[in-house]
C-alpha cells in the first residue's frame, strides 16, 4: 500500500504547495468542488480542515470559516463521506486537520481507520500530545501506512524538535512564527534565521512552512528554505469572495506558483 | 492523596496537556517549575504574608444561626465573600503573580466570567505594578459592568470576547490565542481548574487554602477538624477545588458539588455538566464537556457568569467518575431565590454563584447535628442588577 505523501516526498523536492480549507465552507458541498479544483490548478497537498466550535490556533478568518462550516452542518461522519467523492476523480494526497474533541468523539481508532480506508495520506491534529501519539496510535497509523504531523514553532526547543522527526512520517509542519494563524506581510529576519536552523538541523523529515504564507512572495521565500509551504487563511479569504470557484482556484494557486 | 494529580499530570483519565505545540514550551516550564517555586520557603513567605494582610485572611467561618434552625444543621459559612475583592478568586491570582515574577514574566493575561478573576487578576497586577489584559466575553460585559469599570479603574485593560456565545468559554480561547502570539514575556493567569496540566492542579493548590483554614476552624469550634457535608457551587470549579482539598481522602465527609442548572438541567439552557456532558478536551485537558454528537462545544447557559462554563476541571471529573464527590444542581430561580434568603436571613447578599450551593441544601436530609459548611465563595455587590431584574424580593 502506498502513501501518497510520501511518494510526493520522494519525487518532488521544492516548491511543494499544500493547500488549507475548512470543509463545509463556503458552503456545505463546495469540499469536492474545492479539491477537484485544486488538483486542476497545480496544487500539490489537499489539507481540508475538519471544522470546531474553538479552533483556539486559528486567528478571525479560520475561525469564521469553521463557524460557518458548523452553521451549514458539516460534521466529521459528513466529511468523509465528502472525501470518498473526492477520491473518485482527484490523485493528489489529502490531509485531514483538525482538533482532537471531534475525533474523540469518532473515535481516534476509528477515526484513523475509516480515513485511511477512502483514501486520506495524513492527518494533522495540532492538540494530539506527542507522548499520547506515541504510546496510542503510533503502531496502528504506521498498519495504515497513514501519515501524521506534528506542528514545530520558533520556539519549539531542537531536542523537541529531534523527537518530533522521530514520531514523524511524512512532513513536519514549522509554524513560520509565534502566533495564530493568519496572513502577516512579509518574514523578518528572526524568521529567516530560524528557517535556517531547521535546513541546518537535517532532520530526516522534509518540512513545510505555514502560517503567514499569502502571496508568491512568502511562498516563493519559504520554498527557499523548506520542500515547501502551506497556505491557508489567504485561500479561505479567496473562498468567502469567489465567484466562480474553479476559475478563481485556478487564478490563485497559478498566482502562488506563478 | 489518591484524589490530586498523578506525576503525569493526569487526574485517573482526565487532564494532561492537549495544547498546540506553541504553547508547549510556556506550559512546559510551568510544569518543570512551579511545584519548586511554590514550595520554596521564599515563596511560601511572600504568599502567606499576602494572604494575611493584603486578602485579608484567615476568612471567618460563620455560625449560621437562623439558616440551621431553617435546614435542620449546624449550618456554617466560609466567608470566602470578605476576601479582598469580594471573592474566592484572589487566593489564586496572587499565587500566581508571584510565580511569573519569579519565572521572569513581565506581563499578565486572563479570562474572566464573572469579572471576579478578572477584577482578582487586575488587582495584583496593579499591586505588582505589570502590565494586565483580560479577556472578557462581550455578554458577560454587559451583565457584570460593574466589574468591568473595576478592572479598567485598576489599571488593566479588558478586551471583548466577539466569538461564540462571548461568554466566558470565548473569553478564554481569546486568552489563549493571546498567549500563542507572546510566548515569551507573558504569563496567562488562569481562573479555574481547567487547562492544560499543570494549571488545575496549582489552581487547586493555591486555593486549598479554603479547606485548609476550615479544618483550623473547625477544629476551634467544635472540636472535631471533619464536618458532615462541604457545600460548593461548581463552574469551572475553583471555589469547589479549595473547599474540597484537604478533605478529599476523607472519605467520611461528604463532598457536594453544585452546577449551574440554568433553566432546568434538560431545557436546553443549562451548565449542568455533569449530568449533560462526555469526556472531551477543552482548553487544554480531558474533562467533562457539554457537546453534541459531533465534538462541537454546546453554548451553556446560567442566570450567573461565573458558572457559564460547558465544562468542569479534571480533577471534578475524576471525583465525579469515581463518587468521590455528589454532584448536584439548582436553576437559576432556585439560586436567586436562595441568595435572597440569605439575604434575609443573615444579612448576607451572596454571589448568584455562591448562591447555587446555598440552594442544593433543601435537597438533602440533613441530621440535627450534622455540620455542615457551604462555602460561600463570592459576594453579590457585582450582581446587584441581576437581582434587581430578578425582582421578586
Known sequence: MKNRITELFAKKKGNILNVYYTAGFPALNDTVRIAQALEKAGADIIEIGIPFSDPVADGPTIQESNKIALDNGMTLHLLLEQVKEIRKTVSLPIILMGYINPVIQYGVEKFAKDASALGVDGVIIPDLPLHEFEEQYKALFKSLNLCNTFLISPTTSEERIRKIDAATEGFIYAVSASSITGAKGDFSSEQVQYFERLQNLKLKNPFLIGFGISNHSTFAKASQYSAGAIVGSAFINLLREAKDISADVDAFVKSLKK | MKYTVDQRGYYGQFGGAYIPEMLYPNVEELRNKYLQIIQSDDFKKEFQDLLKNYVGRPTPLYHAARMSEKYGAKIYLKREDLCHTGAHKVNNTIGQILLAKRLGKEKIIAETGAGQHGVATATVCALMGMECVVYMGKVDMERQRPNVERMRILGAKVVPALSGSMTLKDATNEALRHWINNPTDTHYIIGSVVGPHPYPDMVARFQSVISEEMKKQLQEEIGNPFPDYVFACVGGGSNAAGAFYHFLDD????????????????????????????????????????????????????????????????????????????????????????????????????????????????????????????NLSGRGDKDLETYIRWGKY
Open chain 2, 251 to 374: 472519605e467520611h465527609v461528604n463532598l457536594v458539588g453544585v452546577e449551574a442548572a440554568g433553566k432546568g438541567v434538560d431545557s436546553g439552557e443549562s451548565a449542568a455538566t455533569t449530568a449533560l456532558g462526555k469526556v472531551g478536551v477543552l482548553h487544554g485537558s480531558k474533562m467533562l464537556l457539554m457537546q453534541t454528537e459531533d465534538g462541537q462545544v454546546v453554548e451553556p447557559h446560567s442566570i450567573s457568569a461565573g458558572l457559564d462554563y460547558p465544562g468542569i476541571g479534571p480533577m471534578h471529573a475524576h471525583l465525579f467518575e469515581t463518587g468521590r464527590v455528589k454532584f448536584v444542581s439548582a436553576t437559576d430561580d432556585e439560586a436567586m431565590k436562595a441568595g435572597i434568603e440569605l439575604g434575609k436571613l443573615e444579612g448576607i447578599i451572596p454571589a448568584i454563584e455562591s448562591a447555587h450551593a446555598l440552594a442544593a441544601l433543601n435537597q438533602f436530609e440533613f441530621d440535627k447535628d450534622d455540620v455542615v459548611v457551604v
